[in-house]
């Protein structure tokens, strides 16, 4: 964060766009001055403006206090209880929505499913059955690493449905991930698969997970779909097949009462330091959160097909691919595969052979399907498309006005969704109905969200000034907490600016309030959307034999965003032979999953270090950007280090 105060913005953008009339006519939020009278009730009276809201979902038991907030840690609903894969299914199939569709699948093969609430409902209370039976208790940590296929959202409603919190871990994460989640979770089931489609061939997962529990006694049980019918070896008493469990399960297994603030998941993501938390999520306050933001920001209308192409193994995909999609008794797409397989135009005919009308993705693929080429897209029938979305790193003008123009054919809002792993749910957003857009901007917070840009000392800056993008009150959706590292939790978000909520990006404010944020400002680097802390990739390069240090920066990328640029120094009178570099590259890959495969690889004689000794990356991103130095160098402890690595450039890879 030492580069916060000199934050600076460059970004000019002065295009605009206002809701068509039509679409404004017929939203759940159909003008800015809507849009501004309940904001201010939200931020007037938080409580009633949520309580209001809650009062529409099942509750078992209705809340005693709405929310008790003992900075910085929140309660909200407090006494309640509920039950979110309830109001998930059953209270969609009371209102009538049992035999409207909740996940319409398609695999990377082609195959297809459709299941209805009701059908949905029927396999997560029988799957539910089947981990009760399997000596699942409320509480118990169930880790699932699965393909994206239906099973994997009845799994974690499944979860829900008994009150263990799943623990997702993504299906491209390597076995040295599900090891360190398995053992930090305390996890002794893990829910799997054996392999699942991508890019056409096969991903072995349930090889993955063998391998993660030859090297812990943790894990107990494992249940295995079956989906590609690859070979797998099943150790017996230890390992199940799903349709084995399913078979034998009871189908009345009731929805556990949960109380609003029983942990409903972990989600572990990278951070500042070499270990990824735990960010743990909790029951009501979420559903409220993740239903309603789902609601007003894709303005969802009972006969929308949704797609949202995240993985469920992140955040989005919790959020809005399962709960707060089905908690709207909204269906909810689901495609397994690859954006190019067969060919770069596999979104487009999906969306177009199922008439999706809500698309939502990230700008990394946008910018990867503007290389490709328009005519993949217009080659299919957008014509349902209603509304796109945008997440998980800042998106560039060009590829906003791309999405804007060739996806949705100038006719379509865009949201431009800024949030967390931590944040639960969107928190600055456009209301499609409602905010004018400006390209690049996630223009105004949600109801209830109260967002501040602040420099170092907690004092609010101006407009357009660059500055720390914190939180100053608590929202329904925010993470409780780090699993088992209560201090942790405070040193990570409440402590850069004492009491207020800052995770790690920078931003400015225009003189209309929009917020532009300008990326993140700690050791996190956002690669094609992917969080990975550069302190993860360092340890993995660390733990090679033959390296003494590593250093790893994040250099733009035109397609990713950012890429990672790792510089290696090598054990004393190791010469580097030919190869190791591409070798290094796979021990980074091996650990972390191949999201973190270093783009460059610079072997070095020397870092450069300040006088006590820390790493000066701030010189290591110009080197690697631009192959110079302009700035202070005035604190580093051997100057010639910075002549040599300018030197050693030429050689890179
Ligand atoms: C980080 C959080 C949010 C779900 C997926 C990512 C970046 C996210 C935007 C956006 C600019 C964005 C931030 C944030 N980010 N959305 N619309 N504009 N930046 O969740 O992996 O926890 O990453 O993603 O840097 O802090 P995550």
């Not at 998930?88 to 209805?116: K, S, W």
């Not at 096969?202 to 391998?211: E, F, G, I, N």
């Not at 431009?416 to 639960?424: L, V």
């Not at 720390?468 to 907490?481: A, D, H, K, T």
Request: negative net charge.
């Amino acid at each position: 964060m030492s580069h916060s105060d000199s934050i600076q913005s460059h970004l000019k953008e002065a295009r605009k766009f206002p809701p068509a009339p039509e679409f404004a006519q017929a939203a759940h939020c159909g003008s800015m001055a809507d849009y501004e009278a309940l904001y201010q009730r939200s931020i007037d009276d938080p409580e009633s403006f949520w309580a209001e809201i809650a009062e529409q979902f099942h509750w078992f038991r209705k809340w005693d206090q709405v929310l008790d907030w003992q900075r910085p840690n929140a309660r909200w609903f407090v006494g309640g209880q509920t039950n979110i894969a309830y109001n998930c299914l059953d209270r969609q199939i009371e209102n009538g929505r049992g035999d409207h569709p909740a996940i319409v699948f398609e695999g990377e093969p082609g195959d297809q499913r459709t299941l209805t609430f009701r059908e949905l409902r029927d396999e997560v209370v029988r799957f539910a059955g089947a981990l009760k039976q399997l000596g699942v208790r409320k509480g118990d940590r169930v880790t699932v690493y699965m393909p994206m296929v239906p099973e994997l959202a009845i799994t974690v409603l499944a979860c829900a449905w008994i009150g263990a919190p799943h623990s997702v871990i993504f299906g491209g994460f390597s076995v040295q991930a599900i090891l360190d989640r398995v053992e930090d979770a305390e996890s002794e089931i893990v829910i799997t698969a054996d392999g699942g489609y991508r890019r056409g061939g096969v991903v072995a997962l349930k090889t993955h997970v063998d391998d993660a529990a030859a090297r812990t006694d943790r894990i107990r049980k494992i249940v295995v779909l079956q989906r590609c019918n690859n070979e797998v070896t099943m150790q017996a008493g230890r390992d199940h097949w799903w349709h084995d469990v399913v078979a034998d399960a009871p189908t009345d297994t009731p929805a556990e009462r949960c109380d609003a603030e029983d942990m409903l998941y972990l989600l572990y993501t990278s951070g500042s330091t070499g270990k990824p938390k735990g960010i743990v999520h909790t029951t009501g306050g979420y559903m409220v959160y993740t239903a309603t933001t789902a609601r007003y920001v894709f303005d969802l209308k009972p006969d929308d097909v949704y797609w949202c192409t995240a993985d469920i193994g992140w955040v989005t995909g919790h959020s809005y691919v399962v709960y707060g999609i089905l908690a709207n008794g909204v269906t909810t797409l689901m495609y397994e595969g690859a954006p190019n397989h067969p060919d770069w135009d596999r979104f487009w005919d999906i969306c177009a052979r199922h008439r999706v009308t809500k698309f939502y993705t990230a700008p990394t693929a946008i910018r990867a399907f503007m290389r490709e080429g328009r005519e993949h897209v217009d080659k299919h029938d957008l014509s349902s498309l209603k509304l796109l979305g945008s997440v998980g790193e800042p998106i560039n003008p060009e590829a906003w006005m791309w999405y804007h123009e060739v996806v949705g054919r100038g006719r379509c809002p865009i949201v431009d969704t800024w949030w967390q792993t931590e944040t639960g749910g969107i928190m600055i957003t456009p209301l499609p109905g409602a905010t004018p857009t400006k390209p690049g901007s996630a223009t105004r917070p949600f109801f209830g969200i109260d967002p501040a840009i602040l420099n170092m000392e907690g004092v609010e800056q101006g407009p357009n000034a660059g500055g720390l993008l914190c939180v100053r009150r608590p929202w329904p959706g925010m993470l409780r907490g780090i699993y088992r590292d209560p201090d942790r939790f405070v040193k990570q978000y409440w402590s850069a600016i004492d009491g207020v909520y800052f995770a790690g990006d920078s931003s400015r404010r225009d003189e209309d309030g929009y917020f532009w944020i300008m990326g993140r400002v700690d050791d996190v680097i956002k690669v094609s959307g992917h969080r990975l802390g550069t302190m993860e990739i360092e340890s993995a390069l660390v733990s090679h034999p033959l390296v003494a240090e590593a250093a790893v920066v994040g250099i733009p990328h035109e397609i990713k965003g950012n890429a990672i640029a790792a510089f290696v120094t090598l054990k004393a009178g190791v010469e580097p032979a030919a190869g190791l570099r591409g070798e290094l590259s796979k021990h980074v890959a091996d650990a972390l999953g191949s999201v973190a495969r270093p783009e460059q690889i610079r072997l070095t004689q020397a870092l450069p270090k300040t006088r006590s000794g820390k790493i000066m990356r701030r010189l290591l991103r110009e080197i690697a950007t631009s192959g110079t130095v302009t700035g202070d160098t005035t604190t580093l402890e051997d100057f010639s280090v910075v002549a040599r690595l300018a030197e050693e450039q030429d050689k890179a890879v």
